[in-house]
């Protein structure tokens, strides 16, 4: 009924979907009212959830005020609430009339439980609540094996997606039909995300819808030709979009991305180039794959996929936690790799990699200490990429590396940092090494108390066997 019907006021509720372009319900709230109120609220337990960390919260922050700016262009005017936000939502209703409340779907755990909650409260007012696929192009349920299971292995499911047809954009908000009464009131946005509690040590990751378009057209106009090669060499800030941060709070959308993609493999002049398209777009279906293994299985949130992966004892030590979280322990890659990303709240697909595996098989540490450290730390912090990257890792996800598969940091980082130039840039200590025996530092024992840098803290080979022991104790 709701469908076809024309309402007076629709509350559009942004959570993951920060933008005026190509978003579900902001686009369906406007066609099927008269007055849209664009509304915004500050939960309070995802600002205290342990896993929320500054370089996130003032991403988010950053992009508000874009979208707050981006509506007010079109004379719309962003409402912005604190509090739970079944109670907000209920009373925002109630005050201007509205007769629903649409969102995006966000696949969560804590999201699905919070929209029940907000759902019920509408309804206890005679408000309805209405969501939408956005975020991704096929979820939950939609891509299924023959048998109508759900995939838990990524080629065949992205041999599924692929067949289907890609979605078009949604249409860009209008103007406003109506500018809402002034006696709705809204709080400003803080200054700073320290106002919300997590002040920022660094430099801010370029925010908002602009900064998303900008990114996105500097990749398919040139880079995403190159992928195939460029996208594992971190020291080239360039190989890879960086749109990350942008699809996990949703100042662009995939659909946007697809097609600008299928514009871009349209003018590709080589198989080197088509290829480069197609592995990118890979990356896309793995974003979605990990986003339907999470809701399907919601409980690798909590423990490993492969529950007898549950009882790995774990026998690293706190201090060799404390080590890999700061970068001192004494293997550059992964100190390099850990240093920028609490210097920058980004770090490379291949570091993530190579550090979860350091941390996983290496230091014998759970993939969950690691999982939440990334969360703080990470500006695309992500709940169902980064664990599905973490469960990957360790061996314990749907798709994993297998237990047997360990990464030696030091081969990792003479193939993909040939020259160091990645290494140097985050380690200082090892200025006076040379080139060549830059990724192998305790070789000369001179190199390191010049530059006070670690020995490593742990040896490779020693730990790479007690690794393969833990595990074969699981798996009897
Ligand atoms: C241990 C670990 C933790 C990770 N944590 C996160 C996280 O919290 N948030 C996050 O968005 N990604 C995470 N990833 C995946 C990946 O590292 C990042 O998506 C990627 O580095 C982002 O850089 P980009 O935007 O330049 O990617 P591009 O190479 O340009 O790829 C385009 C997009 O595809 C998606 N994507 C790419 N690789 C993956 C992947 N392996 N899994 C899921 N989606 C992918 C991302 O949305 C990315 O923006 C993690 C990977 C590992 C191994």
Same mark, same amino acid.
């Given at each position: 009924?709701?469908? &076809?019907?024309?309402?007076?006021?629709?509350?559009?509720?942004?959570?993951?979907?920060?933008?005026?372009?190509?978003?579900?319900?902001?686009?369906?709230?406007?066609?099927? &009212?008269?007055?849209?109120? %664009?509304?915004?609220?500050?939960?309070?337990?995802?600002?205290?959830?342990?896993? !929320?960390?500054?370089?996130? !919260?003032?991403?988010?922050?950053?992009?508000?005020? &874009?979208?707050?700016?981006?509506?007010?262009?079109?004379?719309?005017?962003?409402? *912005?609430? $604190?509090?739970?936000?079944? +109670?907000?939502?209920?009373?925002?209703?109630?005050?201007?009339?509205? +007769?629903?409340?649409?969102?995006?779907?966000?696949?969560?755990?804590?999201?699905?439980?919070? #929209?029940?909650?907000?759902?019920?409260?509408?309804?206890?007012?005679?408000?309805?609540?209405?969501?939408?696929?956005?975020?991704?192009?096929?979820?939950?349920?939609?891509?299924?094996?023959?048998?109508?299971?759900?995939?838990?292995?990524?080629?065949?499911?992205?041999?599924?997606?692929?067949?289907?047809?890609?979605?078009?954009?949604?249409?860009?908000?209008?103007?406003?039909?109506? %500018?809402?009464?002034?006696?709705?009131?809204?709080? %400003?946005?803080?200054?700073?995300?320290? #106002?919300?509690?997590?002040?920022?040590?660094?430099?801010?990751?370029?925010?908002?819808?602009?900064?998303?378009?900008?990114?996105?057209?500097?990749?398919?106009?040139?880079?995403?030709?190159?992928?195939?090669?460029? $996208?594992?060499?971190?020291?080239?800030?360039?190989?890879?979009?960086?749109?990350?941060?942008?699809?996990?709070?949703?100042?662009?959308?995939?659909?946007?991305?697809?097609?600008?993609?299928?514009?871009? $493999?349209?003018? @590709?002049?080589?198989? #080197?180039?088509?290829?480069?398209?197609?592995?990118?777009?890979?990356?896309?279906?793995?974003?979605?794959?990990?986003?339907?293994?999470?809701?399907?299985? /919601?409980?690798? @949130?909590?423990?490993?996929?492969?529950?007898?992966?549950?009882?790995?004892?774990?026998?690293? $030590?706190?201090?060799?936690?404390?080590?890999?979280?700061?970068?001192?322990?004494?293997?550059?890659? !992964?100190? @390099?790799?850990?240093?920028?990303?609490?210097?920058?709240?980004?770090?490379?697909?291949?570091?993530?990699?190579?550090?979860?595996?350091?941390?996983?098989?290496?230091?014998?540490?759970?993939?969950?200490?690691?999982?939440? =450290?990334?969360?703080?730390?990470?500006?695309?912090?992500?709940?169902?990429?980064?664990?599905?990257?973490?469960?990957?890792?360790?061996?314990?996800?749907? #798709?994993?590396?297998?237990?047997?598969?360990?990464?030696?940091?030091? &081969?990792?980082?003479?193939?993909?940092?040939?020259?160091?130039?990645?290494?140097?840039?985050?380690?200082?200590?090892?200025?006076? *090494?040379?080139?060549? @025996?830059?990724?192998?530092?305790?070789?000369? /024992?001179?190199?390191?108390?010049?530059?006070?840098? /670690?020995?490593?803290?742990?040896?490779?080979?020693?730990?790479?066997?007690?690794?393969?022991?833990? =595990?074969?104790?699981?798996?009897?």
């Amino acid at each position: 009924m709701l469908r &076809s019907a024309r309402l007076r006021t629709i509350i559009h509720w942004f959570r993951r979907d920060l933008r005026v372009s190509d978003n579900t319900s902001l686009h369906e709230a406007f066609t099927r &009212s008269q007055t849209v109120i %664009p509304f915004f609220c500050w939960d309070d337990a995802i600002l205290r959830a342990p896993d !929320v960390g500054a370089a996130r !919260v003032a991403f988010l922050l950053q992009s508000l005020e &874009s979208l707050a700016r981006n509506l007010e262009a079109l004379g719309h005017r962003l409402i *912005v609430r $604190r509090g739970a936000p079944h +109670e907000q939502l209920a009373l925002l209703a109630q005050e201007a009339k509205a +007769e629903a409340v649409f969102a995006n779907r966000d696949y969560e755990p804590y999201s699905r439980e919070r #929209d029940v909650r907000v759902q019920q409260a509408l309804g206890a007012v005679g408000v309805q609540f209405q969501s939408f696929k956005d975020s991704v192009v096929w979820e939950e349920r939609e891509v299924l094996t023959g048998t109508g299971g759900v995939y838990t292995v990524f080629t065949p499911y992205s041999k599924a997606w692929r067949l289907r047809a890609r979605p078009e954009p949604r249409p860009r908000l209008a103007a406003a039909k109506s %500018p809402l009464p002034a006696t709705i009131s809204s709080l %400003p946005l803080p200054a700073a995300s320290a #106002d919300l509690g997590h002040p920022l040590g660094h430099e801010l990751f370029p925010a908002g819808e602009k900064a998303a378009k900008v990114a996105l057209d500097a990749f398919v106009e040139r880079k995403v030709f190159g992928y195939a090669t460029g $996208r594992d060499h971190p020291a080239d800030d360039t190989g890879t979009s960086r749109l990350s941060p942008h699809l996990r709070f949703g100042t662009i959308n995939v659909r946007t991305l697809l097609k600008r993609l299928g514009e871009a $493999r349209s003018r @590709a002049t080589s198989e #080197d180039e088509r290829r480069g398209c197609d592995i990118w777009e890979s990356e896309l279906i793995w974003r979605e794959f990990y986003a339907q293994i999470l809701v399907n299985h /919601p409980h690798v @949130a909590k423990g490993a996929f492969r529950p007898e992966y549950d009882r790995l004892e774990w026998s690293g $030590r706190e201090e060799w936690f404390q080590a890999w979280c700061a970068g001192m322990t004494g293997y550059p890659i !992964v100190d @390099a790799a850990m240093r920028c990303l609490n210097a920058t709240g980004w770090m490379h697909n291949r570091l993530r990699m190579v550090v979860s595996m350091f941390l996983t098989k290496d230091l014998l540490i759970s993939w969950q200490r690691g999982e939440r =450290y990334f969360m703080q730390r990470l500006v695309d912090g992500d709940l169902a990429a980064n664990n599905g990257g973490w469960q990957w890792s360790a061996g314990t996800g749907t #798709d994993a590396a297998p237990y047997f598969r360990i990464f030696n940091p030091t &081969s990792q980082a003479e193939k993909f940092d040939a020259d160091g130039r990645f290494v140097r840039r985050w380690i200082p200590e090892l200025s006076g *090494v040379p080139d060549d @025996a830059v990724h192998e530092p305790w070789k000369n /024992p001179l190199w390191l108390s010049r530059g006070r840098y /670690p020995r490593p803290i742990v040896d490779h080979a020693v730990q790479r066997e007690r690794c393969l022991a833990m =595990y074969k104790a699981v798996r009897g």
